[in-house]
């Protein structure tokens, strides 16, 4: 028969294991992003290298962007591609292209109906995308959704252009705008405000209106937008 200091042993024992299996893992922190350039830049890529992450970026910051930090086979981007699962969350904060720097558009996702091998999914909130222009004659001067998936959550793309798509372009990808508002962008051609050559683009009270030389095109092509 066991002694009470050996039963006392097993008792512990037990509780320690059971305890261990209780203890939920530990959630993964977001990456706090500091109010910069280089900044930012780094921190997409280091969200790409582990497969996803949400970036916190700094309250009321302007992120100025002075050159091309990503290239594709239609034109610089400001920032690295998304190419992993990313949710940049801000608060007043805005994304622009320097006035004096050259054209390239803000951002890119890449997903792999367009670029295999990627899986681009990218959640802004509350955070404006100002500023870009695309290097002609590609589209998507704010962003560019090349078969991945854009979602934007209380945030505004604005003072943007490109020959298409001045503001959003989207090809075999999705795009959904919540409580959001694209406006004031520009396209030499079409889709001031937003151009999907194919795939989905929702509005969940998204507002896109005042783009020039329209809204969106093809005509039609996405409910709720007026043209």
Known sequence: ???????????????LAVGLV??????????????????LVTAINVANAAGGDTLALAPFCTYTLTGAH???????????????????????????RAPTAPAFRILEVDGDANVPGTDGRLNLVAVTIRGGSAVAPYPGGGIANRGGALSLTSSTVTGN????????YTDN??????????TGNTAT?????VYKNSGTVNLLAGDVSR???????PTGSVPGCAG
């Open 22 to 39: 209780a203890v939920p893992t530990t959630a993964h922190a977001e990456i706090p992003v500091f109010c910069d350039e280089s900044s």
């Open 161 to 168: 252009t490109a020959v298409a798509g001045g503001g959003i």
């Open 173 to 182: 990808g999705t795009v959904t705008l919540t409580a959001s508002t694209v």
């Open 189 to 193: 051609s079409s889709g001031g405000g």
């Open 70 to 96: 990503g290239s594709a086979s239609d034109g610089p981007a400001g920032l690295p591609a998304i190419t992993t699962p990313i949710t940049m969350a801000g608060l007043g904060t805005t994304i622009t």
């Open 1 to 15: 028969m066991p002694t009470v200091p050996a039963l006392r042993s097993m008792l512990v024992v037990a509780a």
């Open 211 to 217: 783009n020039t030389p329209d809204n969106c095109a």
